[in-house]
């Protein structure tokens, strides 16, 4: 997450980071209270004007200032992999208990105060983090369910059985949830009663996190390697993109093309109208996280510890901006010799 | 090495990480069963090499007499004495290390199952990704069926549990043991016998402490279906001596009388054989024969 020209982002060591994201400098860091082995941060920050919100895998749910100070925490009843979500005076957040919790923020002066108004509970885990539109909340469980769960008292609306476990967020658009499976299975629903309205089922692995939309198309990334641009009305299959690993984290879009994070150490960098690639910017180690962009800046995480800007222009040239590495205070020069 | 890493991958995790996982959701999605169910057709497949195996132990055992006599014939002379122990094999169509077969065949199973229940039950998100590419896209069923239930009467098959499973684990061992354990020539093969007898259940008892809990489950059940195959093959004597079910000393008739086909010697440490027990078994035809008649006697006092 980037607000104010600052990055926010957690690590697999359960820091979470601060960065300026001009000069990849570090304005804070602040480690999770749980062990060491047991607090790595999957989930992406919520951000308000006066807070953060993250999730551990500690199993607790953390609030601090955007200085960097601990306002609250509390813990949660099993580990938190979706990312919490803010919506007015509710902060949403789900864990592995198969809970989805909702935290009325009750005082913030002097002291932050967070208490649950309602607990949604599912049959497994919940690692996807809740979409919310026109006061529904939709969820992904590995119960293979699909919910819309009932904002205001956290009762359930409906609930879609997919054919496997679901971790993806997801996706909201005009009136229909689009979300992926472990089945290999792209599926449509009705916002407003779950019902199916197309499913894609031409993946050969399965969908781990979420899809984006633009326009009329949709962008489905799969554990197979490949992004598949749907038609967002049909779901007929419009282009696929192929890399050379799993995609674990989502693709953004930039200007008129999408980067696509994969496993195999590469940003596949793509022309949106069909696919064909622009630009590849090889970082020789896993890209697992959801890439964020800002002003043509796409940021992401790697294997190696480290955390990467590269900077895209509108013809799809690429340059990395700055790299930090999580297990050193500064980051490294620009211009450096890498195939990025 | 990333070669043999993908070989091994493709011929041994694959298929055990796919097969797991068909049977998982064949058992209503219960992994332990699917485990005992894996369990079960290892050893199925296994069958002809362990029936092969105890039926070698069945004919050792026939011959335990006569190898004591070529101990004791060439007891200052040991190269002669194997020698004539090798012939004594060759004759009578036994390998002694044929028996080991089914247990070098285990290795490369234990090792293939402990990595896949680990991929199976991943502890963190990022293995749960690395399980995907280990399923066989042509197998809906096995993407359908994750996650997997990592419990199992109470137990996380995915961490190792360190007092039931450990103490199951060397008694069925144990049991394994006794069933399986080849008889004695001579006493320092004796003192081997049964130092194996408890060395193995105890390691291996040991081991479970550190190991996930579903591959201590294999070894159990494993163990229970050898148990069960052996049982079948040369008898249930030497467990059911145990609980004392019957007079001690029948089980060894099948020894003796084996034995008593060939002219033999009696030998002086007779009475110390676990293979022989008290009463018979000396590889004397007349002690075989009185070892009869007084099992015989047993059954009349009983009366």
Redesign the interface.
């Known amino acids: 997450m980037v607000q104010d020209e600052t990055l926010y982002i957690g690590t697999a060591e359960g820091e979470l980071l601060a960065l300026d994201a001009v000069s990849g400098e570090t304005l804070w860091k602040f480690v999770l209270l749980g062990e060491e082995d047991e607090r790595a941060i999957y989930a992406p920050t919520a951000v308000t004007e006066d807070a953060l919100f993250v999730g551990g895998y500690d199993g607790r749910l953390y609030v601090l200032s955007l200085e960097g100070d601990l306002l609250w925490q509390g813990s949660l009843g099993g580990e938190v992999v979706g990312g919490p979500t803010v919506v007015g005076d509710l902060v949403l957040v789900s864990d592995s208990s198969g809970a989805l919790t909702a935290f009325d923020i009750e005082e913030r002066v002097p002291e932050w105060l967070l208490l649950s108004r309602w607990i949604f509970s599912t049959g497994d885990k919940v690692w996807s983090s809740p979409a919310v539109a026109e006061g529904v909340v939709y969820i992904g469980s590995l119960d293979h369910n699909v919910y819309a769960v009932n904002l205001s008292n956290g009762s359930e609306v409906w609930r879609f059985p997919t054919g496997g476990g679901v971790t993806a967020s997801p996706l909201v658009v005009k009136g229909r949830v689009y979300v992926g499976a472990f089945d290999g299975v792209f599926y449509a629903l009705d916002a407003a009663t779950g019902a199916e309205v197309w499913r894609f089922d031409g993946a050969d692995s399965w969908y781990w996190t979420h899809a984006i939309a633009d326009n009329d198309t949709l962008y489905a990334p799969s554990l197979d390697g490949n992004l598949y641009a749907l038609e967002l009305t049909t779901g007929r299959l419009k282009w696929t993109m192929e890399t050379e690993g799993p995609i674990v984290g989502s693709p953004v879009i930039v200007f008129d093309m999408i980067a696509v994070p994969s496993a195999d150490g590469k940003l596949w960098i793509a022309n949106l109208r069909d696919g064909t690639s622009v630009n590849v910017c090889n970082v020789g180690e896993e890209i697992r996280t959801t890439l964020v962009e800002r002003d043509g800046v796409v940021y992401f995480g790697a294997r190696d510890r480290s955390i990467r800007a590269i900077s895209i222009t509108s013809a799809g040239q690429r340059s990395e901006k700055w790299v930090y590495f999580t297990d050193r205070d500064d980051p490294l020069p620009m211009n450096r010799a890498v195939d990025c | 090495m990333e070669t043999i890493a993908a070989i091994w991958n493709a011929l041994i995790i694959g298929p055990m990480i796919n097969g797991l996982v068909l049977l998982y959701s064949i058992f209503f999605d219960n992994f332990g069963l699917s485990i005992i169910g894996f369990t079960i057709i290892v050893r199925g497949v296994m069958m002809p090499l362990t029936v092969k195996q105890s039926k070698q132990m069945k004919s050792m055992g026939a011959l335990s007499p006569r190898l004591k006599e070529i101990q004791q014939r060439y007891s200052k002379d040991r190269q002669r004495a194997s020698q004539e122990t090798m012939k004594l094999y060759k004759t009578a169509g036994v390998n002694p290390l044929g028996c080991l077969g089914p247990m070098f065949v285990q290795f490369p199973i234990w090792i293939g199952l402990y990595q896949s229940i680990l991929r199976i039950l991943p502890a963190?998100?990022?293995s749960l990704?690395g399980l995907?590419?280990h399923?066989y896209?042509w197998l809906?069923m096995v993407?359908?069926a994750?996650?997997i239930d990592r419990t199992f009467l109470g137990l996380d098959l995915a961490v190792p549990n360190p007092v039931i499973l450990p103490i199951l684990v060397g008694v069925s061992m144990w049991a394994m043991q006794k069933m399986t354990m080849m008889p004695a020539a001579d006493s320092r093969q004796e003192s081997t016998n049964r130092m194996m007898l408890w060395m193995m259940p105890l390691m291996f008892g040991f081991f479970t402490t550190s190991f996930p809990s579903g591959l201590a489950m294999y070894w159990i059940a494993s163990n229970v279906v050898g148990i069960v195959i052996q049982g079948f093959v040369t008898g249930w004597d030497p467990l059911l001596n145990l609980v004392n079910l019957v007079k001690p000393g029948r089980g060894q008739q099948q020894v003796a009388t084996a034995a008593a086909a060939e002219p033999e010697k009696e030998t002086p440490d007779d009475g110390r054989d676990r293979d022989e027990g008290k009463d018979g078994g000396r590889g004397d035809r007349n002690r075989a024969k009185g070892a009869r008649r007084r099992t015989r006697r047993g059954r009349n006092r009983r009366r």
Request: overall charge neutral.
């Open positions: 963190q998100p990022e990704v995907s590419k399923l896209p809906p993407n359908g994750i996650p």
